[in-house]
């Protein structure tokens, strides 16, 4: 079995649960996790070990990816809006958790699930979410502070 | 809840990928072969870029005037730096004096005067000796050349002092011997500049003599007609006419004859920098690193001081570039 192989396997789940927290859709994340690793396979000769872990690597992969969907959706959403007045967005899919939690998630940003995401799901430490969001370390953790704030508030009231 | 409890309930919720997604990873996997690592293109990229960056400073240490030649120093060097006289058509001025050697300075070819034409020539040599004493000699010497020609001084200025001089001298020379008037003169000295002048006299004189056989044909008819004071007036006129003519057309031919040679004799001025060390004198291998070496410094420096407002512009574009992409993703995750 080729390194990408391993890589494939042993990653494929935290990669796709990098992405329906980041998108909040289980089946958009999973087209988008199949994406992923479509792309990683062309780009796996310029994955460098030193530079971070394979797990690092398929999840910037992954999120470039998301990256590309949310714009070609944004652009969509534009032209179908100049058509046409805009429809009520669709009830994106739960991620298995209460009813509450549910409720709450969903009033927070991609961005700040993102965040959830890679220090709470994927357990990454501050540097290496970083690195991945391209920001300071004092910043991501501050954005993790704010998104878990804005749970517990919502949390707070909802119970 | 409790931000542990929160945390913990996040954690539980964690979904597995589906089996359709698994299989379709591991077919992926196993019927695609990743691309391989393309080495061995980065780095002869970089070797290409440096390469370039190194040509581009040589070639501005090349084209950049006095930017990177070293100043001649030696006694020779400095001589040959002085700067000559305009040269229009110039032979090579030799590296050592011939004066100072003992040699002849190599013979002067200067174009050659017509033999059929009439011209005004003229040529200035200037000549450099060793000393006060040699000046003079020179001096009288061009005086005898050009007289043993057929020639005449036309003036003569010589200042001489112990261990230096200087000598300004205008020769006539007939135009058909100036060839070997000018070759024997660059023998008394080392030739450090020549100039020569060539006006063509022959249309103008054609053109006077053109019209001296007209107005002679107008005197003619003139002379023959009935003469009345009017007539006469004309036959004055027109002699007067023909004769400042013939006078003009032979003051040219005349001065045509003689060329004229400017000789400009100096002594050899000393060296700017007399070196007493010794090292000076005996230059070994260490000199030619130490070239090297200094040659490396100045491109060094011109690679420093082009490439780094490069670099620095370079960078501070890319940062912009960052920071604007940075914003667009994070309005973008907001939205979402």
């Not at chain 1, 032209?79 to 007045?85: G, H, I, K, N, V």
């Not at chain 1, 958790?97 to 549910?102: D, I, K, T």
Request: hydrophobic share 45%; with cysteine.
């Amino acid at each position: 079995m080729t390194g990408y192989a391993q890589a494939a396997e042993r990653h494929l789940d935290d990669v796709y649960r990098y992405l329906v927290w980041f998108t909040g859709d289980r089946f958009l994340a999973e087209d988008l996790a199949g994406e992923t690793f479509e792309r990683a396979l062309r780009l796996w000769h310029r994955y460098d070990a030193r530079r971070g872990s394979e797990r690092t690597w398929l999840c910037q992969v992954a999120r470039t990816v998301a990256l590309d969907h949310f714009r070609s959706e944004r652009r969509r959403q534009r032209r179908e809006e100049l058509a046409s007045p805009p429809e009520p967005p669709d009830e994106p899919h739960d991620h298995g958790l209460s009813p509450e939690l549910e409720t709450a998630l969903r009033g927070l940003s991609a961005g700040e699930r993102e965040v959830i995401a890679l220090r709470v799901i994927l357990d990454l430490d501050a540097a290496s979410a970083a690195a991945m969001l391209g920001i300071s370390v004092s910043n991501c953790t501050t954005r993790l502070s704010r998104a878990l704030n804005k749970l517990e508030e919502a949390l707070g009231v909802a119970a | 809840m409790s931000r542990p409890d929160l945390l913990g309930a996040l954690r539980a919720a964690t979904p597995a990928a589906p089996p359709e997604l698994r299989q379709r990873v591991r077919e992926l996997a196993t019927t695609s072969s990743p691309a391989r690592r393309r080495s061995g293109w980065r780095l002869p990229l970089t070797g290409v870029a440096l390469a370039a960056v190194a040509a581009a400073a040589a070639a501005a240490l090349i084209v950049l005037p006095g930017s990177s030649r070293p100043r001649a120093r030696s006694a020779p060097s400095v001589v040959a730096a002085q700067a000559p006289l305009p040269r229009s058509f110039a032979a090579p001025a030799p590296a050592v004096s011939p004066a100072l050697s003992g040699a002849a300075s190599p013979a002067v070819v200067l174009p050659a005067p017509s033999p059929i034409r009439a011209q005004s020539y003229g040529a200035t040599l200037s000549l450099r000796l060793s000393d006060g004493s040699a000046v003079a000699a020179a001096a009288r010497r061009a005086v005898q050349i050009a007289q043993a020609l057929g020639g005449y001084p036309q003036s003569v200025k010589v200042s001489v002092g112990a261990r230096s001089g200087s000598a300004k001298i205008v020769l006539r020379v007939p135009r058909s011997r100036v060839s070997e008037a000018i070759v024997r003169l660059s023998s008394l000295g080392r030739v450090v500049g020549e100039h020569v002048s060539i006006v063509d006299l022959q249309a103008g004189v054609d053109a006077t003599g053109l019209r001296i056989v007209r107005l002679e044909r107008e005197l003619a008819v003139a002379i023959h007609e009935p003469q009345s004071a009017a007539t006469q007036k004309l036959v004055a006129a027109l002699s007067t006419q023909i004769e400042g003519l013939q006078r003009a057309r032979a003051a040219t031919l005349r001065s045509a004859r003689d060329a004229t040679v400017g000789l400009d004799l100096g002594t050899v001025a000393p060296p700017r920098h007399i070196r007493t060390h010794p090292h000076a004198v005996h230059r070994g291998p260490f000199h030619t690193l130490g070239r090297i070496f200094r040659l490396a410094g100045i491109g060094a420096v011109y690679v420093l001081a082009i490439g780094t407002p490069l670099a620095v512009l370079g960078v501070l574009l890319w940062l912009l570039a960052s920071r604007i992409r940075r914003r667009k993703e994070e309005r973008l995750l907001s939205r979402s």
